[in-house]
C-alpha cells in the first residue's frame, strides 16, 4: 500500500477537526503547515487550527496587489485568534524585472504573463513558505471549480512534492457560511458584495447571479486555464505517492492559492 492510500484509509470518514487533528499528529508541527488565502474556506480552517491544534504554523502569501480589505482581514484574524501568522513576499529582484520587462498589468495581456505573475508573486514564496514541511494544509472544496472537481481529502501534490490534505474538499458553500456565522469567524468584507473568491486586486471581481464562483478570478481567461499554480494537478493526483519524504521546495510549476 502506497503512503498516501495509508493516509486515505486512516482518514476516511473523518470530520474537518478530525482531519486537522490527524494531520497534526502524523506529521507533527514541523512537518506540516496551513496556507491560508484568507478565503471564507480558509478562515474555517484557521478557527478550526485555533480551537484544536494550534500547534499547526500558519502562513499567508502578501503578493503587493492585495485589496486593503485583505489587510484588514488578516489584522482581525490575528486578534480574534492570537496565533502567529507568518507572511511571506514575493522575492524584490524578481518583480523589479518582470515589471521592467512586461510593465505592471502584465497578466491581462497573456495567460503566459499571467502565469508569470503568478509564478514570481506567489509560486516562489510559496515554495519558501513550505520549505521543510512534509504535508500542507488547504481550502479547497470539490464544488469551487471544474478544476476541483476531483479533489480528495489526501493527495499526491506532485507540482510541490508534498502531501496536500482538504479537509473541506467535501463540504458545500452552505456549509461553510452556516458555519461562518455559527461561531462568528472573522471573513473578508468583499464576500458580502458579490465575491465568493477573493484574490488579489487587478485580478478579482465580483459575479453576477448564476456564474460560476470562480467565473470573478481571471475573469478575462477560459476556466480551464484558471489556476495559478500553487493547486495545479488536483484531478490528476490520482493514487501516486512521494518518491522521497523530503519535500522539493522550489518544484512548483507555475501557480493559485484559493
Ligand atoms: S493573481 Fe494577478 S496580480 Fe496576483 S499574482 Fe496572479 S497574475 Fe499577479
Not at 39 to 61: M, N, R, S
Not at 228 to 252: D, V
Amino acid at each position: 500500500m502506497s503512503e498516501i492510500d495509508r493516509y486515505r484509509q486512516e482518514t476516511t470518514g473523518l470530520s474537518a477537526t478530525a482531519m486537522i487533528r490527524w494531520a497534526l499528529s502524523t506529521f507533527g508541527p514541523d512537518g506540516v503547515s496551513f496556507a491560508s488565502s484568507l478565503g471564507a474556506e480558509d478562515q474555517v480552517i484557521t478557527h478550526l487550527i485555533a480551537e484544536h491544534a494550534p500547534q499547526i504554523p500558519l502562513f499567508t502569501l502578501d503578493t503587493g496587489r492585495l485589496y486593503q480589505e485583505s489587510y484588514d482581514l488578516l489584522e482581525r484574524t490575528r486578534e480574534r485568534y492570537r496565533l502567529e501568522i507568518s507572511v511571506y513576499f514575493p522575492e524584490t529582484k524578481r518583480v523589479e524585472e518582470m515589471a521592467r520587462a512586461h510593465g505592471p498589468n502584465l497578466f491581462y495581456e497573456s495567460v503566459e504573463n499571467r502565469k508569470l505573475c503568478c509564478h514570481v508573486r506567489k509560486v516562489e514564496p510559496l515554495g519558501r513558505a513550505l520549505g521543510g514541511v512534509r504535508a500542507w494544509i488547504v481550502g479547497l472544496r470539490q464544488e469551487q471549480a471544474i478544476t476541483r472537481q476531483d479533489l480528495r481529502p489526501v493527495d499526491w501534490d506532485e507540482a510541490n512534492g508534498l502531501i496536500k490534505i482538504s479537509p473541506l474538499a467535501a463540504w458545500t458553500e452552505s456549509e461553510v457560511w452556516d458555519f461562518i456565522r455559527r461561531h462568528d469567524v472573522p471573513y473578508h468584507a468583499f464576500h458580502d458584495q458579490g465575491f465568493p473568491s477573493i484574490g488579489c486586486a487587478p485580478c478579482t471581481r465580483a459575479i453576477r447571479p448564476g456564474e460560476d464562483t470562480r467565473a470573478g478570478r481571471w475573469w478575462w481567461e477560459r476556466p480551464e486555464h484558471k489556476e495559478c499554480g500553487i493547486h495545479l494537478g488536483e484531478s490528476a493526483a490520482g493514487t501516486a505517492g512521494p518518491a522521497t519524504t523530503s519535500p522539493a521546495p522550489f518544484g512548483i510549476q507555475e501557480i493559485e492559492t484559493s
